[in-house]
């Protein structure tokens, strides 16, 4: 499946016994779904810290630049549809509809829209607490 799982973080939150402590968001994206990152790196607003091929790639900003971005969910994106003969979890609003490949084989593929997004998980209460001026940890794993 071609796109980003994107995990924002709260490091000064996190517990040392709960690995998920400290997660404000994550959610899943197709093709483009990582564009509002790179216009923040553009800006000066976000770092990238550690690049590792999508494996994650690491970013750190300000929760001031980046909490406002997710009032109402993952920041919108154009980005482009495309086939994958490796299903999503889930399409907003039900899973992908499966379409036959034309080769005439069984093979199934699955269109992804554009625009997609998929698994989501924002912890509301957490954005509305953190401080503005807490550095935060953007990861964006490759889901390819």
Do not use: H
């Amino acid at each position: 499946m071609l796109g980003w799982w994107i995990i924002i973080e709260d490091p000064a939150s996190a517990k040392n016994d709960d690995p998920k402590a400290g997660r404000l968001a994550d959610w899943e994206v197709g093709i483009g779904g990582g564009e509002w990152l790179t216009d923040l790196e553009k800006a000066g607003k976000a770092v990238l810290v550690k690049s590792n091929c999508g494996y994650p790639n690491s970013y750190k900003a300000l929760a001031g630049d980046v909490l406002p971005l997710l009032n109402d969910g993952p920041p919108s994106f154009q980005g482009l549809g495309f086939f994958t003969d490796d299903p999503p979890f889930e399409v907003s609003g039900g899973r992908a509809d499966g379409v036959s490949g034309d080769n005439g084989d069984e093979e199934e593929f699955y269109y992804i829209p554009a625009g997609w997004t998929g698994r989501r998980s924002f912890d509301q209460e957490a954005i509305a607490a953190c401080p503005f001026d807490r550095e935060l940890v953007i990861e964006v794993w490759d889901l390819s």
